[in-house]
């Protein structure tokens, strides 16, 4: 069965520095990843997704099949990154995203 | 429109009663979902519709909930004789196709459920 696990609920990092968000999935086949992101008071949006190796709003997340992580980072947070961001799963047969607990981000000045 | 709408905002009502929330999807999106985001659990799938036709309701936690989609366009998720724990942001996603890699899902704003 596809799992997504977020394990930390709360991050707090001061601005300037790094950002990590873990993310850890189980899946036996070649999965799809991306990361949503809510920030306060708007929709749940498409951040970005593995395949594309793209940076949005300074953020990348490579996927690490021997640890099966998607770790997102950024080095150097900014405030207005505060927001919930979720990491989600999919794969071409499912046809619907796994989502983790989700990780609450503040930044503080 | 220009994305997902959801209504109502927010509906309050009492143990027991049923409840239905409505979904209208981008203009040409096939694929739409419905999922529930409760307070430290997360986004949980509720079901799948591909046009008129869901092929995935597994997520659907017991047969007081049900979903139609009619004319591949809006859809309406019941709950019948709702329960405390029902108490949720219900949110709508559609894609163009499915959730391909290349294919964005688009989510409404959701509709906060509170039973009281």
């Known amino acids: 069965a596809q799992r997504v696990t977020q394990p930390e609920k709360l991050l707090s990092v001061f601005k300037g520095a790094p950002v990590e968000l873990k993310c850890n999935y189980s899946y036996s086949g070649s999965p799809e990843l991306f990361w949503y992101v809510q920030y306060s008071r708007q929709r749940l949006q498409l951040l970005l997704r593995h395949i594309s190796r793209e940076s949005i709003k300074g953020f990348t997340a490579d996927l690490n099949k021997g640890e099966t992580s998607f770790h997102l980072k950024k080095p150097f947070a900014q405030e207005e990154d505060s927001a919930m961001y979720y990491c989600a799963l999919s794969h071409q047969g499912a046809q619907k995203l796994v989502f983790g607990q989700g990780t609450r981000l503040t930044i503080n000045p | 429109g220009a994305g997902v709408s959801q209504s109502p905002s927010n509906k309050v009502t009492e143990k027991g009663k049923d409840v239905e929330l409505r979904c209208d999807p981008i203009s040409g999106h096939t694929a739409l979902y419905w999922y529930r985001q409760s307070l430290g659990q997360g986004l949980e799938f509720l079901i799948y519709?591909?046009?008129?036709?869901?092929?995935?309701k597994s997520g659907l936690p017991s047969d007081r909930f049900s979903a139609e989609r009619t004319g591949g366009s809006v859809s309406t998720l019941t709950i019948q004789r709702t329960q405390q724990e029902d108490s949720a942001v219900y949110l709508c996603?559609?894609?163009?196709?499915?959730?391909?890699?290349?294919?964005?899902?688009?989510f409404g704003q959701g509709t906060r459920l509170t039973v009281v």
């Open positions: 519709f591909q046009g008129n036709s869901a092929p995935d």
């Open positions: 996603a559609s894609s163009l196709k499915g959730t391909g890699v290349y294919t964005e899902a688009f």
